[in-house]
């Protein structure tokens, strides 16, 4: 006798598979081994930990633990990013955000508590580290316009060259030096996740799901396009998640590279 599943697409052996977090995976192979990595918890220095990051931290573990039991071969990791750049941004421009002495070990407190109470350990990426991994990579791709044609320097602004946005500023010129933008920042953490993600080579799909703020969504889906279109590799796909402060409701927009 067969059992209802509870959810669209799920098999009974998957039916505790939460609700909200359902259209998170949903792209998610239950037949096939998969390398899932959940990014959830972002704060900045300037504020700290508040109800956006223990929320979204606690949504993150939530799909995690959900994502391993669509397919008991599937690796879950989790990832915190940090915005250590005193700076604030949600669009293509960073505006300086509240001043505070900078990132301390006492800022994870309430989200290595929480990841404790779930048995689980996660990563903590800084921004200033992408920032500086991002400036050093389009120094190359400007030395090597010929290789990277979805870039161009246009007096000071570099520009990539998009199919959803009219004008995505990839980053500025200033004294001989490559200052990045927050699409490029974006994209950077993409290709870092995924290199980690290929640490499994069992896994033939990879898959970041990324947990944003609303305020975040022409930024992160730039970088994501930036990421897509120049680093991705066959079966890798990012889910863009958006939600309030309480991601009581998140909505889940997954992308591969065939969708740019």
């Known amino acids: 006798m067969t059992t209802p599943a509870t959810l669209s697409g799920t098999t009974s052996r998957n039916r505790t598979v939460p609700p909200r977090v359902a259209p998170l995976l949903e792209t998610v192979s239950r037949s096939a081994r998969s390398a899932v990595l959940v990014a959830g918890g972002y704060f900045e220095t300037g504020a700290g930990v508040g109800e956006f990051a223990l929320s979204s931290f606690a949504l993150a573990q939530e799909t995690g633990a959900a994502a391993r039991r669509l397919h008991r071969g599937n690796k879950v990791l989790y990832d915190v990013i940090v915005n250590d750049l005193g700076m604030s941004c949600s669009t293509d421009v960073c505006t300086p955000a ?8 006492s800022d994870l407190a309430p989200l290595r508590a929480s990841a404790a109470e779930a048995g689980t350990a996660f990563t903590v990426t800084r921004e200033r580290t992408l920032r500086n991994r991002a400036a050093r990579a389009m120094k190359h791709r400007l030395r090597e316009a010929g290789d990277h044609p979805l870039f161009s320097r246009e007096g000071d602004e570099i520009l990539f060259r998009s199919r959803t946005y009219e004008k995505v500023l990839a980053g500025v010129v200033k004294d001989d030096h490559v200052v990045p933008r927050c699409p490029l920042i974006v994209a950077e953490y993409f290709a870092r996740y995924f290199a980690r993600l290929r640490a ?6 990879r898959h970041v799901v990324d947990i944003n703020s609303l305020a975040d969504r022409d930024k992160v889906t730039k970088g994501a396009e930036i990421y897509l279109r120049t680093e991705a590799r066959p079966g890798e796909e990012i889910v863009l998640v958006f939600a309030d ?6 909505i889940a927009l997954p992308y591969t590279a065939y969708d740019f």
């Open 98 to 105: 509240a001043a505070r002495a900078g990132f301390v070990e």
């Open 245 to 250: 402060a309480a991601c009581a409701d998140p």
């Open 200 to 205: 499994f080579p069992d896994c033939d799909r």
